[in-house]
């Protein structure tokens, strides 16, 4: 008499998982065993033998079908998680304090950052998680914090109009022109605060990033009037750690006019400027422009004074981060292989490091640097950036309902007067 369902079942999920590791040979007997066991036909019980444990789609006259076939018994995990929970709380609140960087940049940094929390007070940590901070890479720490990372992706609004005035006399930026090796080349871009109308003034921040070691600085102007940008370009240029060297814009007017070219001229700064409708030109400021203006500022409409001077002390406090504790890595080779692009990126390093590791910077400011480093808190400057954040928040918040009690006032009148 032949098996019940419930035993062929059982004998199916017996069988099935030495079948599906065994050689070919040994196969054939299993199966030969398999068909007299429990009557099946051999080409069923071979189907139903390599496909135990999986969900199997058929399709019929009907429509689909789904069969679940028996499962098989999981194995179990033996061996022990090397980075546990005690690891992976340590490493959110740095990740945290890093400003969540990718796996990349935030492994190496992971050396000295330590050391600067637990000195200032700001993280204790034990012999055996230290030990696993200090050797965890990078793949793992993107594995461990995955669930972790849910970043917006917005589209930038480009407001760059062209300025064509003076134009022949800025020549465009060549290779053979800049020293990129050298501390001072930077290249300047206005990032527009309209939050997405461009009616009437409204604020911009002018971006400075130094090509050689990253070193950017930031500055907000009420708008991109060559008057203000100027004047910001010059308090930029007095907090610069380098002599200023050479500057490369776009085709932007509030940058190709006479002042600043004369200004240029008059200091001996090379003055150079992009092709037109290539971003890729200006790529050291570009990247900034989100990574640091939008992140901290975001794409709302700032055009009132105390907005002005919120942003302002907000990148006061926001240079000193990115710059001593910002790790961040550069281009070094671009190989085409086939359709493939392969990228090679130097070791991720602070623009700090950078600065010290110039042959170009001077020693005393090399020292200057070293003070200052020495002297702030990480988690103190993260605190006050993220207080300055909310400050400008609640300045959008008061703003957009003063602007909607003024609407609704607007509408009592008109709707008074219609009657």
Known sequence: MGLNMTARKAVTKEIALRYQRSPKKVKGRMLDEFVGLTGYCRAYASWLLRNCGSKVVLRGRGGK???????????TRKRQKIYDEEVLKVLKRVWYIMDFPCGKRFAPCLQWMVPKLEHHGELEVSDHVREKLVRISASTIDKLLRSERRAMQLKPRAKTKPGTLLKHQIPIRTFSQWDERR?????????????????????????????????????????????WVFEALEHIRQRLPFELQGIDS???????????????????????????????????????????VRKAVGYLRYDTTNELHTINELYEHLRLYINLFQPVMKLTEKIRVGSKVKKHYDEPTTPYQRILASPSVPKETKQKLTQQYDTLNPVALKRTIVRLQNRLFNLQTKKRTRHAEEHCQTFRIDSYMTQ
Not at 65 to 75: G, T, Y
């Open 65 to 75: 079908r789904v069969i679940f076939v028996a499962e098989i018994r999981k194995i």
């Open 183 to 227: 501390a001072g080349f930077v290249e300047i871009d206005l990032v527009s605060h309209d939050g997405g109308s461009t009616r009437g003034d409204f604020m911009h921040t002018l971006n400075v990033t130094d090509v050689a070691t990253g070193w950017t600085e930031m500055e907000a102007v009420k708008n991109k009037a060559q008057v």
């Open 250 to 292: 776009d085709n932007d007017s509030a940058f190709i006019n006479a002042h600043l070219l004369t200004y240029c001229q008059q200091h001996t700064i090379t003055f150079t400027r992009s092709r037109a409708y290539k971003k890729n030109d200006n790529c050291f400021v570009e990247q900034k422009n989100w990574t640091v």
